[in-house]
C-alpha cells in the first residue's frame, strides 16, 4: 500500500486543486466585455437610459429558454430572490416557513427578513431536506410555505415532496441557489415546486460578484415578484401580455432590481452552463465510479436523481465525526481538499437563529404569539446533528483534467484504505 503524505509518502496530487468558484473560474473576456458595454454605454438600470442593450431582459429570456419556464425575473441577490418569494406568496408576519436543517444562514435568514419565523426540517441521507419531516411538520397549522435546498449539486426527493405539499396545501420554494442546472427526471431544478430562487454570488455554478433569480410557472406569483422587488410597479406588462390595474394591484414593495451591469455579465456566464456541468459531471462519474469499484464500503450521499446533479461536489458519509475529521486532515496533505459544511452544523445552532436574535428591538417576527411556540434545539433534527459532521464534500472544478480525476480518486483510495474505515463503526 501507498504511504500517506502524513507518513513521508508521495502526496497523491502535486497541486492543491484549483479554487471551487466554477463559473467564476471561467469569467473571461466576453463578460468583461458585455459589462463594460453596458458602462459605455450610459446606460446601467435596466428599465431606462440613453442606450439600452437590454441584458437583463435578455438574461430573463435565455434562463426563460433554458429552463422551459414563462417566468424569470432577475434580481440582487440570492437571498432578495428568497424574500421576493415569499412575498409572491404573501408569507408575513404570524407565520412559519419549512426550512431544512441544513442550508446556508440565507435561507432562514430570508424567511425571518419576511417577518415569518422558520421551522427546521430534518435531513435524511442525501442531506437534503427530508419529505417525512417536512410532512410532521405541516401538521402545524401555522406553516404557510416550505423551501427545499438541493445542497451542492445534489437534488431533493421532489416527488415525494411534493406529494406532500399537495396533500397539506403548501405551496413548495426551491432554493436552488447551490444547483444552477441541475435537473430533476428531466425537469430543471427550481421548475417542480410553485417558485424556485437562484443565486449568483460568487460560490454558485454561475457568478457575477452577486446576482439572483426567481422563477415560476404562475403568472399571479410572478406579478407579485415583480412589484415586491421594484417598489409596487410593474412596468413590463406588455412583455408579458399581463393586464393589471395598479390602482388595485400595487402594494408597498422594496428594490431587489438587478443592474444591467450584473445582467451583462450573467447573459456571457450562462452560454458557459452547459460546458461546466459536462465537465463536473464527467469528473464526478469518473472519480465516483473509482471509488465505488475499489472501496466497496464506501457511502456516498443519496442521489434522488443520479444523473441530473450539478457534479460540483462529491459528498462523502464517514462512519463517525472523528474518523471524517482525520479523513479530511490526511487528504489536505494529498493536496485535495475535501470540507464538511456550515463547520458540521444545523443552522439553527449559529447563535443569532439559535436566540432568535433580530434587528427589531421590539423581538419581531419571533416575538408573535404563536399557537405552538418556536424553540430550536439539536435533539429535534437528530439525522443532521449525526450526518453533518461525518460528511465530507469533495469540490469538483471545470478546470479539473481526466488525470486530476484519476489522481484525487487515488488519494482517496489511500486514505480511506490506510484509515480502516470499511472496519470502523460509527
Ligand atoms: C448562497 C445561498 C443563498 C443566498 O444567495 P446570495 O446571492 O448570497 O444572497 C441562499 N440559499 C442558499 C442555499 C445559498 O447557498
Keep these: 500500500m501507498e504511504k500517506l503524505v502524513v507518513d513521508g509518502g508521495r502526496p497523491a496530487r502535486s497541486e492543491p486543486m484549483p479554487p471551487a468558484y466554477p463559473g467564476g473560474m471561467m469569467l473571461g473576456q466576453e463578460e468583461a466585455e458585455a459589462s463594460g458595454a453596458v458602462v459605455l454605454d450610459q446606460s446601467p438600470f435596466r428599465y ?195 393586464v393589471s390595474d395598479d390602482e388595485e394591484n400595487a402594494f408597498v414593495g422594496q428594490n431587489y432590481r438587478m443592474s444591467e451591469v450584473t445582467g451583462g455579465v450573467l447573459v456571457e456566464q450562462w452560454k458557459r452552463l452547459n460546458g461546466i456541468l459536462g465537465v463536473m459531471r464527467a469528473r464526478y462519474i469518473a472519480i465516483q465510479q473509482t471509488l465505488a469499484a475499489e472501496l466497496p464500503g464506501i457511502k456516498f450521499r443519496v442521489e434522488p436523481d443520479s444523473t441530473g446533479y450539478t457534479g460540483s461536489h462529491l459528498g462523502m458519509i464517514l462512519p463517525n465525526a472523528a474518523i471524517a475529521n482525520q479523513f479530511m486532515e490526511y487528504l489536505y496533505a494529498e493536496n485535495i481538499q475535501v470540507y464538511p459544511l456550515y463547520g458540521g452544523k444545523p443552522v439553527f445552532m449559529l447563535p443569532q437563529l439559535l436566540h432568535q436574535r433580530t434587528a427589531d428591538v421590539k423581538g419581531s417576527p419571533f416575538a408573535y404569539p404563536f399557537r405552538k411556540p418556536v424553540i430550536y434545539t439539536p435533539d429535534s433534527c437528530p439525522n443532521a446533528v449525526s450526518l453533518m459532521p461525518r460528511t465530507m464534500y469533495l469540490p469538483i472544478s471545470p478546470l479539473l483534467t481526466e488525470q486530476d480525476a484519476v489522481e484525487i480518486a487515488a488519494g482517496i483510495i489511500k486514505v480511506y484504505r490506510s484509515l480502516n474505515i470499511s472496519e470502523q463503526k460509527g
Design 48 to 242: 431606462y437610459g440613453p442606450n439600452m442593450r437590454y441584458a437583463v431582459q435578455q438574461l430573463e429570456d435565455m434562463i426563460s429558454a433554458y429552463a422551459e419556464i414563462p417566468y424569470v425575473l432577475g434580481v440582487t441577490s440570492g437571498t432578495a430572490a428568497l424574500v421576493v418569494a415569499l412575498k409572491a406568496l404573501g408569507v408575513g408576519y404570524g407565520d412559519k416557513v419549512i426550512v431544512p436543517a441544513n442550508t446556508f444562514l440565507a435561507t432562514p435568514g430570508a424567511v425571518v427578513c419576511s417577518q415569518a419565523v422558520p421551522v427546521f426540517a430534518d435531513v435524511d441521507d442525501s442531506l437534503n431536506i427530508s419529505p417525512e419531516s417536512i410532512d410532521k411538520l405541516c401538521e402545524d397549522d401555522e406553516v404557510k410555505a416550505i423551501i427545499t435546498v438541493p445542497i451542492l449539486g445534489n437534488l431533493c426527493d421532489m416527488d415525494a415532496i411534493q406529494s406532500i405539499a399537495k396533500k397539506w396545501g403548501i405551496p413548495v420554494i426551491e432554493d436552488i441557489a447551490q444547483s444552477c442546472g441541475a435537473t430533476y427526471k428531466g425537469s430543471f431544478a427550481g421548475t417542480i415546486g410553485d417558485i424556485g430562487t437562484l443565486s449568483f454570488q460568487m460560490n454558485k455554478v454561475l457568478t457575477a460578484g452577486e446576482g439572483g433569480a426567481v422563477i415560476t410557472r404562475d403568472a399571479n406569483l410572478f406579478e407579485r415578484a415583480v412589484r415586491y422587488h421594484d417598489q409596487g410597479s410593474f412596468r413590463e406588462k406588455s412583455r408579458y401580455g399581463i
